[in-house]
């Protein structure tokens, strides 16, 4: 299982925002738990407790600095996030990584093994994991990561990493929720092209080349290589001066995740991320526009659960799909006469 889960409905209703922040230990990371269950229910009579966990813990949340990961399978992300939580506990922080596993498609089931991948970290007190998955959410993030990480920030985590599910250049959903976004990439991983392939390249804000310590050479040129493609391209959406020094520009950098060679060369660019940010106001602009795409994120996502929900719809549905299958409608025109039906009598959206 991915967490505790919380089966008894009283339990859910029992669970306050206090468990969460106040408690310290195993009481605390079971009140984590407990939230982050109760947040990813489906069920519509756990939303309205859901709305009001989060209206409590909103105040206490906020305070922490958020990092997205992504990068392709097999590039090292949860050697790298492991190596780097343990490197930042020493350094007095805590750390929470929410890690997303992508979901069957055709069993919908997920492995969720980011804590056997990152053993040491999941043992320290001073860490907290929830694997969570995908359930078919595209972009490289679950449903409901943008929640989970308030609860982390509220229990006192100063530092919170969103782990992608690493399926290429889909992971663009985790840049608009962190405050830094790092894409992970291999010495060899192509040729020029691939150095300058637009996507999730773009919005990253710093290039991490991992696996430095098995080929040098190799993770040089790919450094030099994605440097020089960044500046010719503008990538990231900077909308300033390339030359000015009061805004933050892509960079790349080396290490090792495996042989913990590194990490305070990125942690340096972090902080400087962080500070550079935080100084000309992009900081706070960057949490204000991701605060305004989660509302309207949730709104899309009650808007679809609404559709599929409406009596109308649902009674429908089945002749229309059938209409399309056979080639006797358009799906254009099948998705218009839905609408219609739902247009006609739509019930409360569930977020």
Known sequence: MAADSVTAPDARAALRAGEVVQATGALQRRAIAKAITLLESTRADHRAQADALLTELLPHSGRSLRLGISGVPGVGKSTFIEALGLYLI???????????DPSSSLSGGSILGDKTRMEKLSMHERAYIRPSPSSGTLGGVAEKTREAMLVCE????????????????????????????????????????????????????????????????????????????????????????????????????????LQGQGLDAFWEAVSSFQRLQTANGQFASRRQHQALAWMW??????????????????????AFTAAVQSGQMAASTAARNLLAALATSTPPATL
């Open 297 to 318: 994120e949730r709104i899309d996502a009650g808007l679809k659960q609404s559709f599929k929900n409406n009596p109308a719809v649902r009674a429908q549905l089945p």
């Open 154 to 257: 509220a229990a006192g985590f100063d530092i919170v990493i969103v782990e992608t599910v690493g399926v290429g250049q889909s992971e663009t959903a985790v840049q608009g929720m962190t405050d830094m976004f790092v894409l992970m990439q291999l010495p060899n991983a192509g040729d020029d092209l691939q150095a300058i392939k637009k996507g999730v390249m773009e919005l990253a804000d710093l290039v991490v080349i991992n696996k430095a310590d098995i080929d040098a050479d190799a993770a040089m040129r790919a450094q030099a290589q994605i440097t020089s493609s960044l500046r010719l391209l503008g990538l990231n959406g900077n909308p300033h001066d390339p030359h000015s020094d009061k805004y933050w520009h892509p960079q790349v950098i080396r290490l090792s995740a």
């Open 90 to 100: 020493d350094k007095g922080h805590r750390v929470a990584v929410l890690a997303v």
